[in-house]
């Protein structure tokens, strides 16, 4: 279930940007609740960070060891790496306000943080 979305590109030069946040999502294979997780979190970025995120959607049933290396200990989970600090979610991401609080995320079309 990899999933990765790549950085953008600039209009204006061609060049390849990085995104401004970067995320990464670990899941258990194709549950209803990871698949919640992910479809969430799709939404909140699309809605409030479109084009300026990275999101890795990692599988822990396919990649085990992913999981120690970044000790994960329950999921879905959802890590901010950059910008720091690192901070980090369980659950399905279903408090929109919650994760855009915790990863200071501003939601553009209310120009504030929540």
Request: proline letters at 7%; zero cysteines.
């Given at each position: 279930?990899?999933?990765?979305?790549?950085?953008?590109?600039?209009?204006?030069?061609?060049?390849?940007?990085?995104?401004?946040?970067?995320?990464?999502?670990?899941?258990?294979?194709?549950?209803?609740?990871?698949?919640?997780?992910?479809?969430?979190?799709?939404?909140?970025?699309?809605?409030?960070?479109?084009?300026?995120?990275?999101?890795?959607?990692?599988?822990?049933y396919l990649e085990p060891l992913k999981a120690k290396e970044h000790q994960i200990?329950?999921?879905?989970?959802?890590?901010?790496?950059?910008?720091?600090?690192?901070?980090?979610?369980?659950?399905?991401?279903?408090?929109?306000?919650?994760?855009?609080?915790?990863?200071?995320?501003?939601?553009?079309?209310?120009?504030?943080?929540r």
């Open positions: 279930m990899p999933d990765k979305v790549l950085p953008i590109a600039d209009a204006a030069d061609g060049l390849l940007k990085s995104p401004e946040y970067l995320f990464r999502l670990y899941v258990t294979g194709a549950t209803s609740r990871s698949s919640r997780a992910i479809s969430n979190a799709r939404k909140i970025f699309e809605r409030d960070l479109a084009g300026r995120y990275d999101l890795e959607i990692i599988d822990i200990v329950a999921a879905p989970t959802l890590v901010k790496l950059s910008p720091s600090p690192v901070r980090r979610v369980i659950g399905d991401l279903s408090d929109d306000a919650k994760v855009r609080r915790v990863f200071d995320i501003e939601n553009p079309s209310q120009g504030v943080k």
